[in-house]
């Protein structure tokens, strides 16, 4: 059983050898000595030290006990303050300033949803890409090694950059493209159309009651039109026609028929101009739209979303990596059906969470879409503006009259409670991938 | 494997420690069981570790030897699901009684782990941290004692020219010197080293082993080892656990060349485990 | 297929870029012009851009609103920093499991409570009680109640952060500590928080740069003056809340005041992307050394 040759024989490191047969005969010092026998018995330092750490268990515990308060005293204040204004016309109304007892919220649940949706649809891809990059293609060489560490170190600068810049991004990349295509001016010039709207004028017709006819606009300079001549229009429900004029001076009769009247205007009606979109409508620059300020937030969930991805992936284990390449599949084949379908719940946990941080996002929507919350109805079409759930609770709160007050505070309730079913969502799937 | 069978030994059992020929007996166990949570790790363990010599507790992985040794210095406290039942005794005084100060008692059991895992501090103040929190301790008194510790690990003439270093600079063999150093610095009865050179190169580890067959002179040393040459190599007392049962235990030269059981004798012959 | 996913990965840095792009362009507007120095935009005590009535009276001298960011932001940290940190500890050292299980999820509430929510509370709340605990001797909108609330934000960030610092320590160290006879809080605090420092320090960096660059609470609750001062019961714009502020008025797009935004937007951006820089460098040495 001994070998203490064979072990003996081994090369042996020098330094590890040094020892001297002197050291070993040292007495142990008189100071650790102590004079004292063995004993279980708690000494006067012993006792003090045990103490004072058992003081410290207590201040931790306060402390963390901290966070509890102010979770439940926040969660309760919010409650009694807004608790009278839970009414079904919270959730049907809109923003009013003459009644404010009747405002609601339902524009800005709409607006935020929309956004939301912007938002997952841009943010996601990008960001689950890049992290499959980052972690599914190892750097090689050490130039690629460096690109790497930059490539993280940038997006966890990212993480770290204030929204409201993203905001100011936001505005001139989306809302104003660099002033690339101009400037958008109500009524002025509305950049570069390219799909979703035709713009009419907007005449009224002689059977009154706000019976107008359209007519096509075609020069977008011209806000205005004066009809004096009989002209190609289109009712509302888009059926061509031709509209007639009617000239008081020229004696003529005043047509009586109703189906005549609908089709005649009087000569010298001016009418404005009229766009009809549809909800494709979309133009260069996006002006102050749903569309910008959901890419403004997907830039600022973006880095998020990516760390969540990253780590997700990275807690795949690589023997399932290497089980695929061992039966012979390509790096985007494991990618495909191994690492990804893995690290699916993590990814949607971290999906979900940055996308709650994106609906309780307020400050880069005021900056992309200003700090008007009169909107009656949910986003029309992607170039239209919104109002969204922070942005109305911010103009709710800032306002000093109580019923407002307490329209924040119910406004609240609501956006926790959407945050809180969106998180259960979280939860739920992560539970339901695991099980799969 | 009847119970009754499970203690083969305590050969000096019942012996006066007063004899002067005689080993006296350092740690005494009796009637131990060990659980986590609901699994027990120990069954119904006696034995007598003897002062001033080397005992080495071998047995495959997962049969109690190492949560035995954690008992000892009461180290299994900091685990929440470990309990235990039975009777330690150092120089016999019961350690395992609830009123027991571990602070205190940790300070006379030193203990050296696995892996070096000397603290991201220098060298020197490695060795003084022990000292610094249990004695009150003039400057020039702390060097002498992180001197006289760092010597007798066997590792002074390797740092003493840069004891403010960090640790982390030294190789694995020294950093675990340095740990010995570190742990005899508050001057312990016993020492309890839980497989000590698992994660060392050969040439450290015989530094090691070197080093505890030499710290015996003047202190009392229980080592775990899943290595039967570094058991027969520097122990004097060997103990063989399996699944949890103390199978046998006796002078090293007997366990390894007369086993009475069958089991011991496939160990350490290498058929399992 | 991977030239696709490096595009996605490329685009972060457009971002970058596009930041950079944004600010030098749009400030350029803002420093270029005939009423601003940037010697006085560095130096001056008075800041005027939304008060003055015209643009020759307007005062843009940057203090005012660092002052305000520097009170709010070290009244948070008083807050966020030391309760943190010791939740981190009790989390990583102490808590039982069924402790945990509590502990975490409230934090995690916490962190996903919306900012704006968190800037109605400190108006709702805070300020309130502050004024009645000191019989009115703080302002309706004030430094300390919006710094009090931007700490409650950046608490579970400077927790979680840290803790994951305190987790990475091995196991090994806290058992050596634990050997020597070291007591809980001997442990902590002489080996585990040590040799988590480097990520503790990042913690709070990184915390700290949130909390500069947070908006809506102090939008809500710090009030609209931009004030040079160092009194906590006083009114303080932020940076942030400056942009806000400019971006709510009726101010002109294309005026100078208007542009003065980002004057202060490049402002905020070193800043802040300096601490994260730093904070995010020390983060990688020390994850490096537990690897």
Known sequence: MRDIESLEKLSIDPTEQVKTDDDMALPIPAAVKNGAAFSVESNRNSRRRVLVSKAFYYLCFGVSLISIVILVVLLASILVQGHTRLTPSLLTNAHSTSEPAESGMLPAILGSLAICAVCALSALPIGIGTAIFLEEFQPTTPWLRRLHGFLSLNIANLAGVPSIVYGLLGLSLFVFMFNAFGQIRVNETSGIELVGVERYYQVLTMAGGGNSALIRQTDPAQPTIVVTESIEAVDRQGEGFTLEVWDPKSGRAKPTDPEVLRRTVRKGQSGGAYAKTSWYYFRLPFGRSFLAAGLTLALVILPIVIIASQEALRSVPPSLREAAYGLGATKWQTVRSVSLPAAMPGIMTGAILAMGRAIGEAAPILVVLGATVAKNSGPQNLMDTVVTMPVLIFHWAGDPKVTYQQLAAAAIIVLLLVLLVMNALAIYLRHRFRTE | ?273 | MIAVLAMCAFATIAITLGIVVMLVTESWHFFNSQYVSVRDFLTGTQWTALQSKSIEDAKFGIWPLLSGTFRVTSIAMLIALPSGLITAIYLSEFASPKVRATLKPALEVIAGIPTVVLGYFAVLVISPSLQWLTNGGFDAFNATSAGIAVGILCLPMVCSLSEDALHAVPRSLREGAFGLGCTPLETATRVVVPAALSGIVSAFLLAFSRAIGETMVVALAAGTQATYTMDPRAQSQTMTGFIVEMIKSENEYGTVQYYSLYGVAVTLFVITFGMTLVGQLVRRRYRETYA
């Open chain 2, 1 to 273: 494997m009847p119970q009754s069978a499970s203690v083969t030994n305590a050969p000096f059992h019942g012996e006066s420690p007063s004899s002067e020929s005689a080993p006296e007996v350092c740690v005494k166990i009796a009637n131990f069981n060990a659980w986590y949570d609901s699994f027990q790790a120990i069954h119904d363990l006696s034995l007598d570790i003897l002062r001033n010599q080397v005992t080495a507790f071998i047995g495959p992985s997962g049969c109690g030897k190492s949560t035995l040794l954690r008992w000892v210095n009461r180290m299994n406290d900091i685990v929440p699901t470990a309990q235990c039942t039975g009777s330690l005794r150092i120089n016999d005084v019961e350690v395992l009684s609830p009123s027991t100060d571990v602070v205190h008692l940790r300070r006379q059991v030193g203990m050296v782990f696995q892996k070096p895992n000397p603290f991201p501090k220098s060298i020197y103040e490695n060795v003084a941290f022990a000292p610094r929190l249990h004695l009150k301790l003039r400057r020039g008194e702390l060097d002498e004692l992180v001197e006289w510790a760092l010597r007798k690990a066997a590792v002074w003439d390797e740092v003493k020219d840069r004891l403010n270093a960090p640790a982390f600079g030294l190789s694995g063999g020294q950093q675990q010197r340095l740990c010995i150093a570190r742990a005899i610095a508050i001057g312990p009865e016993l020492l309890l080293m839980d497989e000590p050179c698992s994660a060392l190169d050969p040439a450290s580890t015989l530094a090691i082993e070197d080093l505890i067959y030499e710290l015996r002179e003047q202190y009392t040393i229980v080592m775990v080892t899943h290595n039967m040459q570094q058991a027969s190599r520097c122990s004097d007392q060997t103990a063989f656990f399996f699944e949890g049962r103390l199978i046998e235990s006796g002078a090293t030269d007997d366990v390894f060349t007369k086993p009475q059981q069958k089991r011991t004798d496939d160990y350490v012959r290498g058929r399992f485990g």
